[in-house]
């Protein structure tokens, strides 16, 4: 845990979010940014700074938030129209809080390439 | 398996092409339409059509996929500047080859949405 991250704080509950899904891995809500129809955000509990910052051992982590972003994607209703998952990492990547996330976005069609 | 499927190909030698890492359970090459001066693709060896069609024993294979990803962008030099990562699923998503890949792109800045 990170005392002044911003999706840390989240987690711990101390700025009220709605959310979609959550596990003891992860937690996932909506973007207050949304970039289409369906943008929902997928953060794991532990504080993890970027894809890059990844250890061996946050294998299983990374894979629980691919599978909860496709588990989403069924809730939502985009399963079948099809979506983009997105991880940015740093400043070439556009990455703006640096807790990982996994953006899962749908609802429109997306060009190639990826912005 | 799936005999027609272009990425199974490739994992099975059949189309030659020059691999940048391979591991027990995945293959990565470069993009052969880059969107980006850094553009590879990672692939399980097992044939998983998309994110979508991922079953939860898949989870493993799902993490391994983002740790490779974040190896490669180490071994081509991104990895302090920055990079997306990217999983186009069905229509919407823009998905060309029906097996699982993860794009990794980098060496420009991105823009925000993400296509």
Partial sequence: MNQSCLFCRIVRGEI???LIYEDEICIAFN???PQAPVHALIIPRDHITSLAHARPQDGATL???MLVAARIAEDKGIAA???RTVINTGADGGQSVFHLHVHVLGGRAFGWGPG
Same sequence: chains 1, 2.
């Fill in 63 to 65: 894979g629980q938030l």
């Fill in 31 to 33: 973007d207050i940014n």
């Fill in 16 to 18: 009220p979010t709605p």
């Fill in 81 to 83: 129209s099809g979506y």
